[in-house]
Structures are given as structure tokens and as C-alpha cells.
């Protein structure tokens, strides 16, 4: 069965580093989604990718987080600097279409990010 | 813009008991409306999901969840609890642009 892939798994960084998270969606998804799951709390959706354009981005904190897909398949999320209010876990996720509201959302096994 | 509420972060359940899990949403457009499972340091797992049509779903592992429209409602219900079944439950809804609005989550204990 095919499934998302995400690396690392977990990562653990100073305040004021960079850290860059890397996700593989499931083959032939169009959309893919950036996630961040604080402790205790449901995930937050930071970035929507359609194949490489981002379609939503609105709670993604543009001052410090970017995200790109440039070919349209995989996809990188990086933090720069981190803060001590960024330790959660990061999802990916990913669906066929995602311009329809019933389309199911297939998620990876996740980035837990600790920021020291 | 659509949210879900789900109350009690923590539900024990005797091993064998009924589980049941409340979600009420809110949408302002009809909704679409889903079930995942996490387990310890892994990602969702999709366990059901509401479109259209027959609003009794069922899923995965013996669950299902009957959307009411009149009680703005998605519950989650197992008829009988399995260890296998300690985990988080969260619940989700979407309008027409897939962006899932998750709750808080449910903390699923189970007792032997």
C-alpha cells in the first residue's frame, strides 16, 4: 500500500538554527498539505500545495516558515530561525484531486520538531 | 468557515464497553465530515468519513458515526471496546476547498 513519506522523524535543534523537513506524497497525488500538530491539540493546516502552486497559505508564519513543491511531487518545509514556540509535530499529508471537499487526506508518519 | 468541537480530551472505557465519541460541527456550507485515529508518534489514520447520501457511515476496526444535520452532530461509536482501540480521535470537518478544521482530540483509554 502506498503511503506518504516524511524524513526526518524526529530532529531536535537550538533556538535560532534552520531545520528543513522533507515530504514524499503518495504517487500521483496532486495536492499536498503541511501540517503542525502541537501537543495535546488537533493538527493546523500551515500550506496547501496544487501541484506546485500554493493554494493556501494563510496561517503559515511567512516571516519565519517557507515551504515550496517545485516539481510538483515532493516538498520541503523549512524554519528559519526556529523558536522555542515551534517544538510539535509536523504532518504531511496528501490527496488524488483536493479541490473537492470529499477527497480523503492520506497522512505520513510525521517530524517531531524540539527546539532547545 | 468550518470548526468541530470535541469535549473530554480523556474518555476511559472498560475493555468490552461501548465507546462513544461526541463531535458537533459548524459550517456554513454542507460539510463533509471525517474520523482519524492516531496512535503514539505516528500520523492519521482515516477511520470514516461522511459525504452524502446514508448518514450512518461505518469504518474501519467496528466503527461508524451517524451524521444529524438537526443536531449538528458526528458522533463516533464502537459497540465494543478492544485494547488495540487506545489512542487519539479526532475528528473533522470541510467545506468545498478540502482544508480539514480538526478538533481537539480524544484521548482513548481503555481499561482491562
Known sequence: EAEVAQSPRYKITEKSQAVAFWCDPISGHATLYWYRQILGQGPELLVQFQDESVVDDSQLPKDRFSAERLKGVDSTLKIQPAELGDSAMYLCASSLVGLVGTDTQYFGPGTRLTVL | ?112
Not at chain 2, 476547498?97 to 481503555?110: E, I, M, S, Y
Open chain 2, 1 to 112: 468557515a468550518q470548526s468541530v468541537t470535541q469535549l473530554g480530551s480523556h474518555v476511559s472505557v472498560s475493555e468490552g464497553a461501548l465507546v462513544l465519541l461526541r463531535c458537533n460541527y459548524s459550517s456554513s456550507v454542507p460539510p463533509y465530515l471525517f474520523w482519524y485515529v492516531q496512535y503514539p508518534n505516528q500520523g492519521l489514520q482515516l477511520l470514516l468519513k461522511y459525504t452524502t447520501g446514508a448518514t450512518l457511515v461505518k469504518g474501519i476496526n467496528g466503527f461508524e458515526a451517524e451524521f444529524k444535520k438537526s443536531e449538528t452532530s458526528f458522533h463516533l461509536t464502537k459497540p465494543s471496546a478492544h485494547m488495540s482501540d487506545a489512542a487519539e480521535y479526532f475528528c473533522a470537518v470541510s467545506g468545498g476547498n478540502n482544508r480539514l478544521a480538526f478538533g481537539k482530540g480524544n484521548q482513548v483509554v481503555v481499561i482491562p
